[in-house]
């Protein structure tokens, strides 16, 4: 049917609603700890006036109280649990609640970011954001087993474009003199979007509505995509549970490598990039970290989009890459020998570029390389590497943050 032609499209639209409330959060870090600090001080500091934590004495940085990694942290490690869980009961819920539960977590994120007085209530919205987009990247990517390779394709350009729309409308509305509180409001148009997910035609045992205990084996084709864990025998559920952690295993030499792309890269986001501020540049702090935000998007983007051009097997080539991105910037946070935002602004495009290349080269060759029956699975479970990486760079990126403020 021609509706099947528009699962592509709809694929890259769900890939950039599910994806945007994150981008969006990470992008308007600065901002909320800004925003907060004001709130929970009687005294307003000038952004300019940079202090030590403990001490109270000048630093060379212009330092936040709090890291970005704060909002970072919140922004993934809802996510990092869900995706450390879902693959052995995820199956028990059925996809168009799984939609629902997305929007309506997507929604409260940006309600509450936007309406809160303090740091904790900021943070919870922030949750609601990683949940949304926690258990919206896991249930579309083990979605796409049930269509063409096409649909992978347009969710990766779809959660690409999500972090160039995000960070680029963000920027673009601030920057015009929008306050952060109305910008958020504005984009809680974009999660309903997912609604676009019912207009898919799915093959006939497909639970959009109904557990998978509940649904009928309609022919072979259906038998090979029944999920890896889904019996209800105890002996069996037993004996899927080892095989699902056998397939985990397997999919190590392209977790691990992923993990360490966007360990590396998230490292740089909320680690660095905060504490590479131009003080002779045209932009403001908060402006220059907001467009650091965006083109790295845009890098992202253009290399999610590349797989109908070019496919690269190597990701630990990806991830090494990135590392030598981390380290240069991490000296030049210290050192100070870069000698304008100009060149960090091409080295985050780039530091995009490796980030995107990773994350769809990956998936597409786990799906290229497993079996019918596990590729569902293995999708779901594959997708914990890029969150860990994360979660790891932000709890590292705390202790780099205070050390950096301290000199």
């Not at 995509?225 to 080892?242: I, M, S, Y």
């Amino acid at each position: 049917p021609c509706r099947f032609c528009l699962a592509p499209a709809i694929s890259m639209l769900l890939g950039l609603c599910n994806n945007f409330a994150y981008v969006v959060m990470l992008s308007a870090a600065h901002d909320i700890l800004k925003q907060q600090g004001s709130h929970n001080s009687t005294t307003p500091t000038p952004s300019t006036v940079a202090l030590d934590v403990e001490g109270g004495k000048r630093s060379r940085y212009d330092c936040s109280p709090v890291s970005t990694a704060a909002v970072l942290l919140a922004d993934i490690l809802p996510t990092l649990m869900i995706k450390f869980s879902a693959p052995f009961f995820i199956h028990n819920l059925p996809y168009g609640f799984r939609v629902l539960v997305c929007v309506a977590t997507a929604i409260a994120s940006f309600l509450v970011v936007s309406l809160s007085s303090t740091m904790w209530i900021s943070v919870l919205g922030v949750i609601f954001a990683s949940v949304s987009a926690g258990l919206g990247e896991l249930s579309f990517l083990s979605l796409t087993v049930f269509f063409s390779r096409d649909v992978l394709g347009g969710w990766g350009s779809g959660t690409g474009g999500a972090g160039v729309a995000g960070a680029l409308l963000y920027s673009g509305l601030t920057q015009a003199g929008l306050s952060p509180r109305n910008t958020l409001l504005i984009m809680l148009v974009i999660p309903v979007a997912m609604v676009y997910f019912f207009l898919l035609v799915f093959p006939p045992s497909f639970p959009q509505w109904k557990c998978r205990e509940v649904e009928s084996v309609r022919g072979r084709d259906s038998q090979s995509r029944q999920p890896l864990l889904n019996d209800t025998d105890e002996e069996e559920e037993r004996e899927k549970g080892a095989e699902g952690v056998f397939i985990m295993s397997g999919l190590l030499r392209f977790v691990v490598p992923l993990g360490v792309v966007y360990f590396a890269e998230y490292f740089i986001n909320q680690g660095l990039l905060e504490l590479l501020y131009f003080q002779n540049f045209y932009l403001s702090h908060a402006e220059q970290y907001r467009w650091y935000q965006t083109l790295y998007q845009v890098g992202v983007l253009v290399s999610r989009s590349s797989l109908c051009c070019v496919k690269f097997r190597r990701i630990w080539a990806l991830s090494l890459l990135q590392c030598v991105n981390a380290v240069l910037l991490l000296l030049s946070v210290y050192y100070q020998f870069l000698p304008s935002a100009w060149l960090v602004f091409v080295i985050v495009l780039y530091e995009g570029l490796l980030g995107g290349a990773a994350y769809v080269n990956t998936f597409y060759f786990i799906s290229k390389e497993t079996g019918d029956r596990q590729r569902e699975f293995a999708m779901v479970a594959a997708s914990v590497g890029d969150s860990l990486g994360i979660a790891i760079s932000g709890l590292i990126a705390f202790p780099v943050h205070r050390y950096f403020c301290s000199l």
